[in-house]
């Protein structure tokens, strides 16, 4: 008797264990955040967020996972060349970066 | 209590613990896939997209759908081996068919779920981290799900049938 309850406890904790997961957490990637970058005097001036070139020049918005990404902004005129800075990306948020000729805002 | 009903007993146990920690192991292994991406916003999806994604949902349907057919080959063939009271040597070859058809089933359950994320954050990309792993996981799963079938069926039909026909000319 003893050891029928035993297993019955033990499947109902391995059964917890089995759905705790799925109740808990879901199975769907985690929600990611958006980063708007932007620059003046012009648009166009060619991102890249963390080292990556990106094909969209600014004014752009991006969907990425929350973390800290390294931003900058460069065009060929010099009128735009904003160096690296790091802005924070929260899940379900919108972050806007603007380059103002040579610095973020 | 027997012997037998205590073997029994301990079986169940492994196999809740062992399910326990394999259900562990595939959902770290989920959160730890999705790796780094950076996809830029699309108001809505062009029709070049709307085509990619409708041949990957057709895809993702075809391997479900055979892997469906897949877990009904397996249980049959078991039933069969049960009832011809055959040796169950490649028995391990069916449970590990049907885990990995069972993973395959889920991964494709988990690229549908990912397909969603990507539709109502507005980017477009099915070789972005959470929907490429998946994808890869859900195919590869069902493949080797396939060929350990292959060996239970090849196995149970050739080699346990010689086996009998051997024995069954030794006894005349």
Excluded at chain 1, 4 to 22: D, E, F, G, R, V
Excluded at chain 2, 37 to 47: K, Q, R, T
């Amino acid at each position: 008797m003893s050891t029928n309850m035993a297993l019955l406890t033990i499947k109902m904790a391995a059964c917890w264990a089995l759905l705790y997961p799925t109740i808990v957490l879901f199975q769907s990637p985690g929600q990611p955040g958006r980063l708007v970058i932007k620059s003046t005097p012009e648009q166009g001036a060619a991102i890249t967020i963390n080292g990556q070139a990106m094909k969209l020049p600014t004014n752009a918005t991006f969907v990425m996972p929350p973390g800290k990404y390294s931003v900058t902004a460069k065009n060929p005129n010099g009128n735009v060349n904003c160096p690296s800075q790091d802005f924070p990306v929260s899940a379900g948020q919108q972050t806007t970066a603007t380059c103002s000729g040579t610095h973020w805002e | 209590m027997t012997n037998a009903m205590k073997r029994a007993a301990a079986f169940r146990l492994v196999f809740y613990l062992g399910a326990t920690l394999f259900i562990l192991i595939v959902w770290q292994y989920q959160k730890h896939m999705t790796g780094n991406w950076i996809e830029p916003l699309i108001p809505s999806l062009s029709n070049e997209q709307g085509r990619e994604l409708d041949a990957l949902l057709e895809m993702n349907r075809l391997i479900t759908t055979l892997g469906t057919g897949l877990l009904a080959a397996i249980g049959f063939l078991m039933v069969n081996v049960r009832q011809a009271k055959r040796g169950t040597e490649a028995l391990w070859a069916a449970c590990g068919s049907a885990i990995c058809v069972g993973l395959s089933l889920f991964f494709g359950y988990v690229v549908y779920l990912g397909i969603i994320s990507m539709l109502q954050n507005q980017y477009f990309d099915l070789d972005v981290g959470p929907i490429l792993w998946a994808r890869q996981a859900h195919f590869y799963s069902f493949l080797l799900g396939v060929v350990l079938f292959g060996d239970f069926a090849f196995h149970n039909l050739y080699v346990e049938e010689a086996h009998e026909h051997k024995h069954g000319t030794a006894d005349h």
